[in-house]
């Protein structure tokens, strides 16, 4: 069973993640209508951001695993539809 924390720190990042989401699709899906900018922009943004994790902080720089989940999991699973694969 997983920490209470982790699930705490993944559920908050990945609220956070998907109200971002959200805000990208307020301001670019007006501008084409019959193009989704808004979830382009974060997916882009967040596979951007893995990727920066992933290939520059191999442990994350000593951050605490807490810390680590609620980013690249939570938030980032938010911000992208990563959040949505089954």
């Known amino acids: 069973m997983m920490n209470p924390t982790v699930l705490a720190g ?4 990945a609220v956070l993640g998907a109200w971002l989401r959200y805000g990208f699709a ?15 922009a974060a997916n ?12 520059n902080f191999p442990p994350y ?10 980013f690249a999991t939570g938030f980032l ?4 539809t990563f959040s949505t694969f089954d």
């Open 77 to 80: 699973g938010g911000l992208t």
């Open 61 to 70: 720089m000593g951050l605490p695993v807490e810390l680590r989940l609620a």
């Open 26 to 40: 307020l301001m670019l899906n007006p501008l084409f209508p019959t193009l989704p900018l808004g979830t382009v």
């Open 10 to 13: 993944i559920g908050i990042g």
């Open 44 to 55: 882009l943004l967040g596979g951007f951001l893995m990727g920066i994790v992933i290939s």
